[in-house]
């Protein structure tokens, strides 16, 4: 299973981005797929997560800012990213769950700075 990441790079306070991820064909049907991000010296963390019940999970330093949603193709997610703040700065990387087993991309480096 391979899961493609792409999208981030720089942009100054108050941008935006919008990140891909791509699940490779034969990986099946997916519980449930989100990012994560890790930022230097720091503790990978959740970002968003989406479901296939529906129900979406935000880290709250990003509510209101990030919206995460799955593309027509069911392995597909995207983050569009908002009001970027340096505090997004970090590594992010796309996850997808299924029967409880995690598929992790290679990481998508996005740098907020002016």
């Known amino acids: 299973v391979q899961l493609q990441a792409s999208g981030g790079g720089l942009v100054q306070p108050g941008g935006s981005l919008r990140l891909s991820c791509t699940a490779s064909?034969?990986?099946?049907?997916?519980?449930?797929m989100g990012w994560y991000r890790q930022a230097p010296g720091k503790q990978r963390e959740l970002v968003a997560r989406?479901?296939?019940?529906?129900?979406?999970n935000y880290a709250d330093s990003v509510k209101g800012r990030f919206t995460i949603s799955r593309g027509v193709a069911e392995n597909t997610v995207y983050l569009q990213m908002s009001s970027l703040k340096p505090g997004d700065t970090g590594l992010y990387y796309c996850?997808?769950?299924?029967?409880?087993?995690?598929?992790w991309g290679q990481g998508t480096q996005v740098t907020v700075s002016s």
């Open positions: 996850n997808a769950v299924k029967m409880g087993v995690q598929f």
């Open positions: 064909r034969n990986i099946g049907v997916i519980n449930s």
């Open positions: 989406t479901a296939n019940t529906g129900t979406t």
